[in-house]
């Protein structure tokens, strides 16, 4: 296969030792290049199978039995995991932080930056809309029962927090107000 490669300008790559339930990201985590993995015996090739990254032909170096994994194999995911679960429980110490000052009578966006946090204000939402790269209108449904000024509880969005203030409540507008003419 290097000969082949070689002669054709190819590059050769080896993966780690992968499960059918791991993401293969050096395969752009392709369904298809992973079920033909997991089709192939040792040595034998794929035929060319495509990624978002191109085209690859895939051979199988060995097969190993399922085991538990020792420590060098999972050691790069268990550093992963443990700087993912650090950095979620460190943004929800800083959004409980947040809030209490607040609550203690500092303003927001003061609050925000003395912390180390990038305040940023929105456009009004509805119930049934949004905040780009925050959250939808359904998950910040208590923010609608806050009066204006009042900071909301963090909200978990994930590895991520967000706590909010309602810094305005416009009066909602129906159709036919809006289409009133005063004469």
């Known amino acids: 296969m290097d000969d082949l490669a070689k ?24 369904q298809e290049a992973k ?3 997991f089709r192939l015996k040792p040595v ?9 990254r191109g085209y690859v032909v ?16 999972v050691r790069d995911r268990l550093i992963t995991d443990l700087k993912r679960e650090k950095s979620t429980d460190l943004a929800k110490a800083k959004a409980d932080e947040l809030l209490k000052r607040v609550k203690a ?8 930056r003395a912390l180390g946090l990038d305040p940023k204000t929105s456009d009004p939402i509805a119930r049934d809309g949004s905040i780009p790269g925050a959250a939808s ?23 991520n927090w967000l706590v909010y203030r309602v810094s305005e409540k416009p009066r909602p507008t129906s159709p036919i107000s ?3 003419r005063s004469r």
């Open 105 to 112: 009578g500092e303003k927001f966006d003061a609050a925000a």
């Open 178 to 180: 809006r289409n009133r």
């Open 35 to 37: 079920d033909a993995i």
């Open 44 to 52: 034998e090739l794929s035929l060319p199978v495509r990624t978002d």
């Open 7 to 30: 002669q054709y300008h190819l590059t050769v790559n080896e993966t780690r030792p992968v499960s059918a339930t791991d993401p293969l990201l050096e395969l752009a985590n392709s």
């Open 137 to 159: 209108g359904k998950q910040l449904g208590a923010a609608f029962n806050l009066k204006a000024g009042d900071a909301g509880a963090p909200l978990s969005l994930g590895q």
């Open 58 to 73: 895939l051979s199988v170096k060995s097969i190993l039995t399922a085991h538990q994994g020792s420590l060098e194999e």
